[in-house]
């Protein structure tokens, strides 16, 4: 059989190109290593409750909004997404709690309130991010892409920003304290921070139905237009011909020939499958093999006993003690607490999720041992970390602990073994203001018709990854026709 693009990989980038390619009328087949598709987006069910893994909440999908047009194009705009509340994250911090409110005149008023001395470096602040935001597609148009507000924000520091903004330390760790969405560091790149958080104060959303139906709903339209999607097929190997990926190995033995592939895979394992090369040099091996990935996330999946915890539809990120911008290994000292849609009306959870960072060496000892045979060690240590987290919780939520009914939890190698990421990444390569050059991947590869798509190459989350998969798109359909079917 011969593809015009084949698809490593079903996360979100992956459905999201298979999507707009099938849809321009090429034969696409998209292979997952994994029995689910979504990659991080995935959903699980234990006893009947949905349970989302790499999905809390998304920004910007009201109408004119970034999300809104790209999810608008791809068709996903007709599941159930909810709106959070008006304010819609609180940040606790040392026992004292702050809101981040939708929309960026309710931002600065929100928060102005708390910080009345701080009203006018609010508003630099916010207007700065706003027009970051205003200024997204700038970089699918090489004209704009030197503008201010642009690219260029890569190699600025975040951490400067802030500091050179805002000159109350306490506001400044109320700024940065929703940002377990993405790993605080001293090298983080302004653009990362300004973007994301941006997105979630022009509006946030939730969806009711899990990170899956949006898998199924991208799997589902490429389907229709006639291409393949399929799971439990892991591709083992690139097969390169003068220069170009001829041939894709599936599970060690299966072979199909394409003119085009994409990979959603993590890059450092995608440049790995070209086993014998002529164009990809050991420089660029050596790079890829080089990459720093962001930190790993443990998540316990709660299901509470009934009519417990009062039902929020807002996030809550707890902080102790806590250096937002240093993860010390093994120190539960933040948590996000994340509820989850109330089917029953009641005004009570019946869910919530509870996340913290986790760094691949606080799991590795376990990483090669199959599911399930980790060891009663592994066990404990989760059970300790799990504790953990319900304690901190319990500070602003009550009594969490008497609450549980019930818990599943993740950790790095779970990643590692669901999503094939690296050491168990939660957002990918570690983007570096200081070194853009190395840390920010375009689609493109030594090999010409091999390109990356997916959270590492831009920027992570919902939105980040959206962007990308036109962005990948774009390579083989033009950009000029990627922007025409944008509207943009
Ligand atoms: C705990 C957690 C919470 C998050 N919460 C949010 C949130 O609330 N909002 C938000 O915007 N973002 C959130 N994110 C980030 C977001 O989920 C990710 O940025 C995004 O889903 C990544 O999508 P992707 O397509 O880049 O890659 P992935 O989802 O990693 O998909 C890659 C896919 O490729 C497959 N694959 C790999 N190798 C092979 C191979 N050889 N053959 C075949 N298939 C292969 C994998 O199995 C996987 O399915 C969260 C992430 C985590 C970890």
Redesign the pocket.
């Known amino acids: 059989m011969k593809y015009d693009v084949v698809i490593?990989?079903?996360?979100?980038?992956?459905?999201?190109c298979g999507h707009i390619l099938s849809k321009n009328g090429m034969n696409v087949c998209v292979?997952?290593?994994?029995a689910?598709?979504?990659?991080?987006?995935?959903s699980f069910k234990r006893k009947g409750q949905l349970f989302?893994?790499?999905?809390?909440?998304?920004?910007g999908l009201d109408e004119g909004q970034p999300l809104n047009r790209l999810f608008s194009y791809m068709g996903l705009m007709n599941l159930p997404w909810k709106k959070m509340d008006p304010l819609f994250d609180e940040v606790r911090i040392n026992d004292k709690s702050f809101f981040f409110a939708q929309g960026h005149d309710e931002f600065i008023k929100c928060l102005a309130d708390e910080f009345p001395h701080q009203r006018e470096e609010l508003k630099r602040y916010t207007e700065f991010l706003k027009q970051v935001g205003i200024h997204i597609f700038d970089s699918f148009k090489p004209k704009e892409a030197t503008d201010f507000y642009g690219s260029s924000l890569f190699s600025l520091s975040a951490k400067n920003f802030i500091e050179e903004t805002i000159s109350d330390p306490l506001l400044r760790q109320v700024l940065t304290g929703c940002s377990l969405?993405m790993e605080l560091h001293e090298n983080l790149p302004l653009y990362t921070f300004a973007q994301?958080n941006n997105?979630f104060i022009q509006s946030a959303w939730r969806l009711d139905s899990g990170?899956s139906s949006v898998a199924d709903t991208l799997a589902e339209s490429i389907r229709n237009n006639g291409g393949e999607v399929r799971t439990k097929?892991?591709?083992?190997e690139l097969i390169e011909e003068d220069g170009k990926i001829t041939k894709v190995v599936?599970n060690g033995e299966e072979i199909i020939e394409t003119d085009w592939v994409i990979?959603?895979?993590?890059p450092t394992?995608?440049i790995a499958?070209v086993k014998n090369s002529d164009v990809i040099r050991k420089v660029f091996r050596r790079r890829m093999d080089n990459m720093k990935n962001s930190f790993?996330?443990f998540?316990a999946n709660i299901k509470l006993k009934p009519n417990t915890i009062p039902h929020l539809n807002r996030n809550q990120y707890i902080y102790k003690n806590a250096d937002q911008w240093n993860y010390t290994p093994g120190k539960t000292d933040r948590v996000l607490v994340?509820y989850y849609n109330n089917a029953n009306h009641d005004g009570y959870a019946e869910q919530l999720d509870l996340?913290t960072p986790m760094l691949w060496e606080e799991v590795e000892e376990w990483a090669n041992k199959p599911i399930g045979k980790r060891g009663e060690d592994y066990v404990a240590m989760k059970n300790i970390k799990t504790q953990q987290c319900i304690d901190l919780a319990s500070s602003v939520i009550g009594d969490l602990a008497d609450s549980v009914e019930t818990y599943y939890t993740?950790t790095p190698i779970s990643?590692m073994t669901?999503?094939?990421?690296i050491n168990g990444?939660?957002?990918?390569i570690r983007k570096d203001y200081t070194n853009t050059m190395m840390t920010i991947l375009s689609a493109r590869t030594p090999v010409k018709n091999l390109l990356l798509?997916?959270?590492?190459l831009n920027l992570?989350?919902?939105?980040?990854?959206s962007m990308?998969?036109c962005m990948t798109c774009a390579e083989i359909i033009g950009m000029e026709k990627m922007l025409e079917e944008l509207n943009l």
């Open positions: 490593i990989g079903s996360g979100l980038g992956g459905l999201q292979l997952e290593r994994s689910v598709l979504g990659g991080c987006i995935q989302d893994t790499g999905f809390h909440y998304v920004g969405k994301i997105s990170g097929a892991e591709v083992t599936v990979s959603n895979a993590h394992v995608t499958l790993g996330m998540t994340s996340l993740s990643y669901y999503t094939n990421t990444t939660a957002y990918g798509t997916g959270e590492n992570h989350g919902i939105l980040g990854v990308t998969s």
